[in-house]
């Protein structure tokens, strides 16, 4: 199996040879950086430099002159402007300030003018007097104003959108007035001030450049834009990954972008795009829990590895990034190396719950005198926490025994202090500086503590990247030169460490490859396991993610929408199965996944001929906890209709025959068995020759 990064180097190098080094390739990931250096090696055969690498941001910082500046400074700035405009506390505003930062973000990025778009409502009274000239898209944003132009009869809520509303478009000119003068920008302002300075003064490089642009998919009209400059200012070439099954269709989703692409950025390379023409196979498993499903991947593993040693060639998707954990532990030690792209959380090392006790120690002080005490049941916590008892084990199990024996409410903080690191941690941090200050110190002083366990290392890695992270939070509310409360501060601390991961150490070229589904973008395997499928993990809700834009308007003024998100997901999906012919997917079928399956795994079996095994347990479709892998029905060569959907029934899958094809997931409305009806009822549902050919057996429960 080629794979499309080998396809690109292979006609790049026959193309260039040594001369590809003097070319800059753009790849939507870094990653793809590595497995593209890699297939030019094995083709090259020879030692020779590497090409430039540059990003999107690279080239669009370049053109503008802006930076990109500190997300909680954007925010910061953000707040003192709309604060001009309506009384609200910072604490409350932070959260929904990030959401409004990333539509403007977004509004940028797609060049969408923010005047029209946050025009005032009293103005669609103009409107309304002549619709004759209106296009499509604006009937769609007259009729989403309609429902508010009687601004008596508004509940509460609409009331306080339209107070809102009124003000967004002042309050975004002068956002970007203000980050002009402090000249730092956020990435959509930075994307559309080279759009507009290629669009109106004519920027040209100052030197001759070729680029080649591979892998992209999605692009905003700022991208688009540059990628326009790129193939008329620069000798550039395209790569396009796809394949002619869904990019030809215009009912497939996945080549929503991908059909643009190709006729705005015609590609001088040559790559395969009839993958799809081959026959696939793809193995769909529903477990009963997540733990379930880490140990059929690790089955599977197991099984691939006593055919042979497992490589690059090999990786687990992890569509939700919480399975990473649980995965880690499940797998078995004869697969060999493992390389992990997605870091480890750091909310789930004990360096976090350290902090975590940290802070809730200061938040329940109180002040008594000179002095203070402390809540007993932050007081024993910090003592009973392996980075303190392991300081001194006999003295902190002593203290925490006195403070239970006498039912103690509150400790004084001298009677806590009895050494060092004790006085150090029970002391008090008032303002939120010297709470930061506070932190750095205690932190600094766990990490000095002998300790010689196995995990040594780690703790004081963990603890390093902690301090790194509020020393940073720290520098950068102090440029925003803005008054904060302790709560607000230690709500921002934990909102930072929680989204930070710390990354393993390893070769990325060995071993099993395992990644979330953004990271798996131009790559290509030839086993792969994808876990979590489900509806609600892949593609998810993109409703639930919150925007103040509404949907009507978002589409009117074409902004990304659900089904641009859909459209993105379709495209991962197909194009991580398309040049393999197996694939591996596991899904939940707990109460809280009601969604089921992911609506590609039900496609997979139409409308084109990817052969379905369906793993089957007595009485139920599912794995379970006490053998993964047992029960397994046996391969089927059968190919289902295009016509049929897989649909649950009792102990089989029952073919569902449907009108039409569909990239909407099928409702489950077929009959379903009972285990007292279960023969007639299931028979009933199945077209005819397939219930000819089913004999009657009683179920399974």
């Not at 403070?403 to 002391?427: H, P, Q, T």
């Not at 990490?447 to 290392?457: V, W």
């Not at 490859?513 to 993109?542: A, C, K, W, Y």
């Not at 399956?597 to 079996?605: E, F, G, K, L, Y």
Request: aromatic share 10%.
């Amino acid at each position: 199996m080629k794979t499309f990064l080998h396809e690109v180097a292979e006609d790049l190098y026959a193309r260039y040879g040594e001369g590809l080094s003097e070319r800059a390739i753009l790849f939507p990931s870094r990653r793809a950086r590595l497995f593209f250096v890699d297939a030019l090696t094995g083709i090259a055969g020879r030692p020779m430099w590497q090409p430039r690498w540059v990003t999107v941001d690279d080239l669009t910082t370049e053109i503008s002159g802006l930076r990109t500046g500190d997300r909680v400074r954007l925010i910061t700035e953000l707040y003192k402007i709309y604060s001009e405009y309506h009384a609200e506390p910072f604490d409350k505003f932070y959260f929904w300030g990030d959401m409004l930062l990333t539509d403007f973000d977004t509004i940028d990025k797609y060049r969408i003018d923010a005047a029209m778009l946050f025009r005032n409502i009293s103005e669609i009274k103009e409107i309304e007097a002549d619709i004759s000239y209106l296009t499509p898209a604006q009937l769609q944003i007259l009729r989403f104003w309609s429902t508010l132009a009687d601004e008596t009869d508004l509940s509460e809520e609409k009331r306080r959108f339209l107070a809102i509303w009124k003000t967004l478009g002042p309050v975004y000119a002068r956002f970007r007035e203000r980050l002009s003068e402090l000249g730092i920008a956020y990435n959509g302002m930075v994307q559309r001030a080279a759009a507009d300075r290629i669009r109106g003064e004519g920027y040209a490089f100052p030197e001759a450049r070729q680029y080649v642009v591979a892998g992209f998919n999605a692009l905003s009209e700022c991208e688009k834009q540059l990628f326009r400059f790129l193939s008329t200012a620069a000798e550039t070439d395209f790569y396009w990954d796809y394949d002619s099954y869904y990019k030809d269709r215009p009912e497939q989703e996945a080549g929503m972008f991908v059909r643009e692409n190709v006729v705005q950025f015609p590609p001088r390379g040559d790559v395969s795009h009839d993958n799809m023409e081959r026959p696939k196979e793809l193995t769909a498993v529903a477990a009963v829990s997540n733990a379930v499903q880490c140990k059929h991947a690790a089955a599977i593993l197991r099984e691939l590895a006593a055919r042979g040693p497992l490589d690059k060639r090999t990786a687990v998707v992890l569509t939700d990034e919480n399975l990473l954990l649980p995965l880690l532990y499940a797998l078995p030690p004869e697969i060999g190396k493992v390389n992990v792209t997605m870091g480890y959380p750091l909310r789930a090392s004990l360096a976090y719950t350290f902090v975590e006790r940290l802070v809730e120690l200061q938040a329940h002080r109180r002040t008594k005198g000179a002095g203070c005490t402390f809540y007993h049941a932050d007081a024993v916590g910090i003592l009973a926490h392996p980075y303190v008892a392991d300081s001194d084990a006999r003295e902190t199990r002593a203290m925490q025994d006195e403070i239970v024996r006498e039912r103690r409410i509150s400790v004084d903080a001298a009677w806590l202090g009895r050494n060092d690191l004790l006085r150090m941690i029970f002391s008090p941090a008032a303002a939120w500086r010297e709470l930061s200050d506070w932190l750095l110190r205690v932190v600094a002083a766990v990490a000095r503590t002998p300790y010689e366990g196995d995990d040594r290392r780690q703790r004081v890695e963990f603890l390093a990247v902690i301090s790194e992270e509020i020393s940073k939070l720290r520098n950068s509310l102090d440029e925003c030169d803005i008054e904060l409360t302790t709560e607000v501060y230690t709500s921002l601390l934990r909102r930072h460490l929680q989204t930070v991961r710390i990354p393993y150490e390893g070769e990325p070229l060995e071993g099993v490859q395992v990644m979330g589904i953004l990271e798996t973008r131009n790559l290509d395997f030839e086993n792969v396991v994808l876990l979590s499928m489900n509806d609600d993990n892949f593609p998810g809700n993109h409703m639930a993610q919150a925007s103040f834009v509404p949907y009507n308007l978002r589409a009117a003024y074409g902004l990304p929408t659900p089904e641009h998100h859909e459209g993105v997901y379709a495209y991962y999906f197909y194009r991580l199965v398309q040049r393999r012919a197996a694939t591996s997917t596991s899904s939940t079928t707990r109460a809280d996944f009601p969604s089921g399956r992911s609506r590609w795994v039900w496609m997979s079996t139409s409308p084109r001929p990817i052969r379905s095994r369906w793993p089957r347990t007595r009485g139920s479709c599912s794995v379970s906890d006490a053998s993964p892998t047992q029960n397994r029905r046996p391969r089927s060569r059968r190919r289902l209709s295009s016509a049929m959907w897989p649909v649950p029934c009792g102990s089989i899958f029952t073919p569902w025959r449907v009108s039409r094809p569909t990239t909407r997931s099928p409702r489950r409305s077929t009959p379903r068995c009972s285990a007292r009806s279960f023969t007639p009822r299931c028979r009933n549902s199945m077209p005819g020759s397939w219930a000819r050919r089913t004999p009657a057996r009683p179920c399974g429960r």
